[in-house]
């Protein structure tokens, strides 16, 4: 099959999984000279930026690579559950009453 001969709504149901989802961020080294891989300039500032559905928009400045990526991947807090305390059994060291 010819790609300019596939149905429009194939296409787009095809190419949904790939697009990027509003909301999305990302960081950006804002180091000396070209961009490079973020371990090259761990405490160089970098720019987060987020996808709006059209383009790329700054959203913030953080101060190094840690700030970023605390940002960029936040930990869930674990919730607090409340356990009701265990019944005293009797034991073998326990003397019967």
């Known amino acids: 099959m010819n790609p300019e001969d596939e149905p429009l709504d194939q296409w ?3 190419r949904q999984g790939r697009l990027r ?3 999305e961020l990302k960081a950006v080294t804002l180091g000396p000279g070209p961009r ?3 371990h090259l300039h761990p405490d160089a500032p970098r720019l987060i930026l987020e996808w709006d559905g059209f383009q790329w928009v700054a959203v913030s400045v953080v101060d190094d690579y ?3 990526a605390r940002l960029l991947n936040p930990v869930p ?3 607090a559950q409340e356990q009701p305390a ?3 059994q009797p ?3 326990r003397k019967p009453r």
């Open 86 to 88: 265990p019944e005293k």
């Open 91 to 93: 034991g073998r060291h």
């Open 12 to 14: 787009a149901a095809r």
């Open 36 to 38: 490079r891989a973020a």
């Open 77 to 79: 807090q674990p919730q």
């Open 66 to 68: 840690a700030a970023a």
């Open 21 to 23: 989802k509003p909301g």
